[in-house]
């Protein structure tokens, strides 16, 4: 069975940084689809950032330039480095896999249980 366990979460200042894990257990991730999303209070749900089957990454744009999606594939692990971070980038973040493509049209079938970020000003 996929299990997908975040990690890392917790409190920050603005402009201060936190590094969110994301270690994944009957799933490879080199060569799938892995993400992070997150859904703030009230919100819907939003892609962070995605590393593609391809290897190629996207990000959102209000994250651009200051969050850093990684992994090593020897631990099957995900990484979101976050930095300059805003307290609009609270949050509870979700890591999320796919085998193959990231899906367009729908979210990838496995989900992690979340960590929360919560920045203050």
């Known amino acids: 069975q996929v299990r997908l366990v975040e990690s890392g979460g917790g409190s920050a200042q603005a402009g201060g940084s936190l590094r969110l894990s994301c270690a994944a257990s009957?799933?490879?991730?080199?060569?799938?689809?892995m993400a992070w999303f997150r859904q703030a209070p009230g919100k819907g749900r939003e892609e962070v950032a995605q590393i593609n089957h391809d290897g190629s990454i996207t990000y959102t744009a209000s994250v651009k330039g200051r969050f850093t999606i990684s992994q090593d594939n020897a631990k099957n692990t995900l990484y979101l480095e976050m930095n300059n971070l805003k307290p609009e980038d609270t949050a509870m973040y979700y890591c999320?896999?796919?085998?193959?493509?990231?899906?367009?049209?729908?979210?990838?079938?496995?989900w992690g249980q979340g960590t929360q970020v919560t920045v203050s000003s």
């Open positions: 009957e799933f490879t991730t080199s060569g799938n689809c």
């Open positions: 999320a896999a796919e085998l193959g493509w990231c899906p367009l049209r729908r979210g990838p079938s496995y």
